[in-house]
């Protein structure tokens, strides 16, 4: 009697030991899928972020481009244009990162430090462990009750 009792007490905690992976399993991948939805809603927002400051940028170079030009037709000194030069190469670069392939470059380069140079990417002191984040933790909590806030007046 008490072994199968005990057959069928070990065939239910294999079985919850197997639902509880699996359940496991899920919460991982859901939990990877969603952060991969925050990380493209955010580079979306990112690239309209580009293109809305490029509508800006692009009416402000084309009103100071013909400002400049006017003054250079009244002044006939070139000194007017000097500041066109560095304002080309801004609006260049928006215009690529809005409409080139200026995201794809970065992204390939990304992958390449990834690849080659992991060594960029360490933290200072390495990864935080559990035990670490309960120290710290610990540590402010004692801080707090050492110094408490001083209400105000």
Known sequence: MGSIFSNTVVENLKKHQDFMTEMNKITVERQIQMQNQMRERLMAMQVARARELLYWFGSFYVVAAAGM???????????????????SFIAAYQADMAYGNKLHRIRSEAENIMQFEMDLLELPCGLPSASSIDQARLDNDEKKKLHPSVPPI
């Open 69 to 87: 030009m006017a003054g250079f037709r009244r002044t006939r000194k070139p000194g007017v244009l000097v500041p066109l030069l560095p304002l």
